[in-house]
Structures are given as structure tokens and as C-alpha cells.
């Protein structure tokens, strides 16, 4: 399923072979949180813009329009009419982080829906039933994300409890995917490790779940609150006991740097809202650095985003022209620059693999890292 | 520049060719108010759904980013990234519907910003010149448009003052179509035909304006109160006085039926913000209907919008995936369903023409008025 094709120190080149298609990795998936990319992008744009993979959020279509719904559908690829891979995450973080009202016990967790104040029980063999009506190409366990700066005792405690969460996860989706009416009956399953930023605790929690032999490992719980440097720490403190025949996710994460320096240190797959939530705000990426479209100096410009960008939008449309569409606040704006940042980090990584390819992997990175995360 | 190809009854079969590209008549043009299409439709999109004709608002643009930026970027075909024919209006209407504090004077009309309360004036030199900047291929002249159930006497003074308004646009634009730098020095003048809903006023008025030998003719004043019996009652009166070598636009107008009935009283040309704005609220048109995907009942339908529909939106997505991009609060689902709803205004006329081509459209509009408007 997962061929590693070339290594460059500790990056690698590969790809993933799904049942939904193959992903060259490293890739960025797309987040489709609610089965739709936020600023009107859809899954047809989605094509153009080289996505890979689309990323769905399990809590917000459970809640929204249904598990059930989108199961008698068809499930997520045919609902959101995307014949690609979709990865959809577990819930676990979105309980965590946007649901008031929780309570953990050993067999799950007890929330208010955000929306409606509904009651809801999530356990691991609940996110693995509603990924299962999802129908997606990859599951993500059911974790609890702990929060940065986290207590020791409690993390540990956390971890130990995700642990026992995993078994029951990996249990459910093999019965789940043995069903006669199950969508996927190859749907995979990645483990997420977590552990705050304590690396004992990360690396005995890493060994703990690679002994369940998943499809992937994700790290988990990262970029929630600590700064990049805690973070590659964490990253090149696990890496080690990740095993080399599997793609490794790190979620959530993050600027074009950080895919950089990720990559380096042996990351395959990442995700993050920071395309498109950005792209909303005006703010547009570059090999360059990040622009702010609403800056007054564009007011006339008549240069594209990026003069070097093969996107729809720079092909047609002058940062003078995107700026008045914000000021304006013509939805067309977020459309044009979602469109534009998301093609940005799909083409980004492209050139990663590419450089992987052709061994020029650290001279790519040593060429970008001074100005891609900047502000011009 | 104006062609008829065939009549059936008063109906008109016609082309108007302009600097910018020949208009097939009847034709809808499709509503781009700040220079956007609301809904996140773009002009690239536009292609795609059949759009002969974008039309932009001078009193939004003259407001935000201003006509001098827009001349600046170019015109507004350049910056909007349009190659197709333009109609700007004369700002007249919004003056009188959206701004406040507004006074009447024989010179113009002062008034404020309705977005940050400026104190403007505009009269029809200054239309003229924010409509030349603009560099639209078809400018109307400046008017005061009076909303229904109006007063005689005030409608009576109110037309005498636009008539001499009239003479004043059609002098400056030919003082600026003539100057140097002038970004269209083909631009056309459409004079606009008042006088609320009295007969006598209505013909008097467009005998008068008949009489500059403009480049077209609107009616205006009409859907600002009145009920369609009216309007359609004001078009009869005074279609025989228009001029039948030179296109005719109902300003304003309307819904599909709205549409047919006035083709069969001799009308060309049509505006509306009917199909974007439903759009945007889920309300869409088919030949049998207009639908509410909000509807409970969509919410496991498989099927597309219309199953006899070309639309980008109904080649891809279901009802019910629409229905949940609109309980999710996604923007998706307004540029799916705007895309749809312009395409179908556009499809429409397209279906108009072929069928006065062949001299049926009588029987197109027997087979669709009974259904046309009505929800299902």
C-alpha cells in the first residue's frame, strides 16, 4: 500500500496506493470540514488546483447533515461528488476543542453539539461507525488532543487512555469493514500519537501504537498552543520509532515553512485550515513570502498574486481587482484567493517531490526558507 | 448596429453589435453590481453559463474603488477581466433607492455615501464621466427613477427635468467619446423612458426621448411597486412609439414569466438581480418551477436541481448535497445555485430565440407560462 521511493536524510519521497487512488506523498490534503472547502471552492475546482486528497471532519457531519444522511447518500465521495481519496479525522479534536459541556470517561465522551446544544456520546466505536457511513478512503482513530502547556500527569493518564481507545478502534473498523453494506470495506485506519510535548511520554506512546501494525501513524496534538520549535523537537524525537514503511501524518500543521522542515524530518502527509482560512482574510502565499491584499499599496496594482503562478486566478485576475472585491466584500474574493492558496500548497508540495526526485530536496529548502513564511 | 432578423407578432428576433462583441436578442444580461456577480461567480465563470452581457453599477463603483481607479486599471472589462459587451446604468436608481439625505436640483441630485455617508453629487455630466472612466460598452443616461403608486404632478415635473437631463448625457458623452485618452470612444447612450404608470405621461416621454436618435431605448420605472398587469399594460401603451430599428430594455425585469410576457410585447433586452439573489436564499428556477432546497423533502434527494439541466451545478450535485451546504452555512452552496440560476436565465432566452428563429415562440410560451413561476 505505502512505497517508499526515495530518501534525501531523513525526507522521503513515496506514495500510497488506496483503494480511491494513489497519493504522492508528501502531500497536503485539502480540509472540506463540512463536505465543501470554505470559500466556495468545489470539489470540480478541486481538480484544477492538483488536490490529492480531501480532508472531512467527522463531528461536524455527524452533527451535520448526519452520518445517516450522507451513508444513504452513498457516503462522502459520491455526496461531495469527489472521486478521490478522503481522509476523514476522528472527531476526537473537534470534541476537544469547539464542543462545551464535556465529560471524559473510560468508554468515551459525553458533549453538547455546538450547533443545537443536543446532547452527544462519542466513543471510539462511535467515530469508527460514522467514519464507516462516511465511507472515507482513511480513518483516524479516536483520540483525546491534549492542550498545550499540558500537565505531565494528566497527559500521561490521556495517553493511556487513547491507548486503550486505539485497540477498540482498530476492533470496530474490522468489523465494520467485514459488513456486507459497508461504503469502503478497505477503509483504512492511521493511529495518531499524542503525548503534549513530553518526549518520554511520546516515545512510549509512539512504540505502544505502532504494535497495532495501521495503515499510518499521525502526530497528534501538535501545533495546539506550543511554538515551531517544541514542535520539530517533538517530531525528530518520535520519528525514529515510526516505522519506515508507513505514511506518516502530521496533523494540522501548518505554514509553507513548516511543511518544509517536516518534510525534512520524515513527514509524508499534513493538513491545515491555513490555505483557505487565510485565503478569506486576503492574506496570499508566495515562494516569497505572504501578501495581505487589503494593504493599500494594491489599490492599482496590476500584477497578478504571484507573476510565477499557473493558478486560475493569477492566470486572470490583478491584485487591484481582488483588493476592491474584499473592500467591496464580494464573496469572489475569498473564491479567487482560497483558489489561489490552495493551488500555492498543492504546487508547493509538488516542487517538494519533485526536488526529492531529483535529490535537490535541502537545496530547495535552504533557497525557500528565508522568505516563504515572511510578510511583503 | 442593430439588426432585426424576424418578427412573430410584436415579438423580436434581433442582434446588436457592438465594439465589444454582438449581443444575440432577446438577452438577459446578468447582474455584476460592484463588478462581481454576488454568489462568488466570476467573469471566467460567466463564459461558461451562457452570458452575453455583464451589467455594473456606476453608483456602487463610482463609490468603491471609484471610477478613477477603475479607469486607471483600464476600464472595467480589463479589471473585472470581461471580454464581453458591458452595460453600466446611470447610478440614477440607487440614488433614489439606496442613498440618504438626497436633494433634487435642476442640476443633479446631492446625496450620501450609503457606505460611509460622503456628501456626493451627481448629475448627468457626472454619470457620463463616471460611466466613460468606467469604459462600459453601453452607458444609460442619468434619470430619476419614480417609485409606484406615484402623483401625476410630481411624475409629470419629474420627466420634463429628466428629458432635459437627456440632452445634457447625450452632449457630454459625445464630448467624451471624443476626447483623446477615452478608454471606449464607441460607447452608447440608451435614453430611459419614465412616468410611473400613467399612459399619457409614459408616451409623451418616449416620444420626446425618441427624438435625441439614441442608440437604445429603456424602459425604466417599472417592478419599483406596481403590479405585472400594470406593467405589462405600460409596456403596450408604449411599445408603438419606440423606434423598431433600435434594441429595447425592460430595466429591472423580471421573473421567467415576466420575461416571456414582455418578448411577446416586442421587448429585447432584460436585467435582473432575481437570479443571483434567489440563488443566494436556494430558491431555484426550473421550466417547471422554482424550487426551495431548504426543503425538508430534499434531504436524502439524490437527483440534480433540474434533470434536464446542462448547468455546471447540475452536472455534478445532488439536491441533497446542496440542501446540506445550506443548513452548514457553506458559501458553496450560494455559487451553485447562483450558477444555476444565471444559467437558466440565460438558457432561457437562448430557448426564446431559437424558437422565434423557427416561429414558435407562441407555442414555447403556452407550453411554459402555466408552470414557469409557480413553486413546487
Known amino acids: 500500500m505505502f512505497k517508499l521511493i526515495k530518501n534525501e536524510g531523513k525526507a522521503r519521497r513515496a506514495q500510497l496506493t488506496t483503494v480511491h487512488g494513489v497519493v504522492q506523498t508528501p502531500a497536503f ?12 471552492v468545489s ?9 490529492q486528497v480531501e480532508l472531512c471532519n467527522t463531528y461536524h457531519l455527524h452533527l451535520r447533515p448526519g452520518d445517516d444522511v450522507v451513508r444513504d447518500m452513498g457516503g462522502l465521495r459520491k455526496f461531495m461528488c469527489w472521486d478521490g481519496p478522503v481522509l476523514t479525522d476522528s472527531g476526537g479534536f473537534q470534541v476537544f476543542s469547539l464542543a462545551p459541556l464535556r465529560k471524559i470517561t473510560e468508554e468515551g465522551v459525553y458533549f453538547s453539539s455546538h450547533i443545537d446544544g443536543t446532547r452527544i456520546f462519542m466513543g471510539p466505536e462511535e467515530s469508527m461507525r460514522i467514519q464507516s457511513n462516511l465511507g472515507s478512503t482513511i480513518a483516524m ?11 505531565y500527569e494528566y497527559t500521561k493518564l490521556s ?24 461504503i469502503n470495506s478497505h477503509q483504512m485506519l492511521f493511529g495518531i500519537n499524542q503525548g503534549a510535548t513530553f518526549e518520554d511520554l511520546r516515545i512510549q506512546n509512539m512504540q505502544q501504537i505502532v504494535e497495532l501494525g495501521l495503515d499510518g501513524y499521525a502526530i497528534g496534538g501538535l501545533a495546539v498552543g506550543e511554538c515551531a520549535t517544541e514542535m520539530y523537537r517533538i517530531i525528530d524525537s518520535v520519528e525514529p520509532f515510526m516505522p519506515a514503511d508507513k505514511p506518516r501524518y502530521l496533523m494540522g500543521v501548518g505554514t509553507p515553512l513548516n511543511l518544509l522542515e517536516s518534510v525534512e524530518r520524515g513527514v509524508d502527509i499534513f493538513d491545515c485550515v491555513m490555505p483557505s482560512r487565510n485565503g478569506r482574510h486576503g492574506h496570499v502565499f508566495t515562494i516569497s513570502g505572504k501578501r495581505n491584499l487589503i494593504n493599500a499599496k494594491y489599490q492599482r496594482d496590476p500584477a497578478p498574486i504571484d507573476e510565477q503562478c499557473s493558478c486560475p486566478t493569477c492566470q486572470n485576475y490583478s491584485r487591484a481587482y481582488l483588493r476592491h472585491l474584499f473592500k ?14 490552495l493551488y500555492f500548497y498543492n504546487r508547493l508540495m509538488e516542487t517538494i517531490r519533485a526536488s526529492l526526485d531529483e535529490g535537490t530536496f535541502g537545496q530547495l529548502k535552504k533557497r525557500l526558507e528565508q522568505t516563504i513564511d515572511m510578510r511583503i
Chains 1, 2 share one sequence.
Open 328 to 341: 467591496a466584500e464580494e464573496m469572489l474574493a475569498m473564491r479567487l484567493c482560497v483558489i489561489h492558496n
Open 43 to 51: 470539489s470540480q475546482d478541486l481538480k484544477e488546483l492538483k488536490c
Open 159 to 182: 495517553c493511556a487512555r487513547t491507548l486503550r481507545w486505539l485497540y477498540r478502534c482498530k476492533d470496530e473498523m474490522e468489523r465494520l469493514n467485514g459488513l456486507e453494506n459497508t
Open 141 to 151: 482513530a479516536f483520540d483525546e488532543c491534549v492542550a498545550n502547556p499540558a500537565e
Open 29 to 40: 490534503m485539502n480540509v472540506g470540514t463540512c463536505a465543501a472547502i470554505k470559500g466556495a
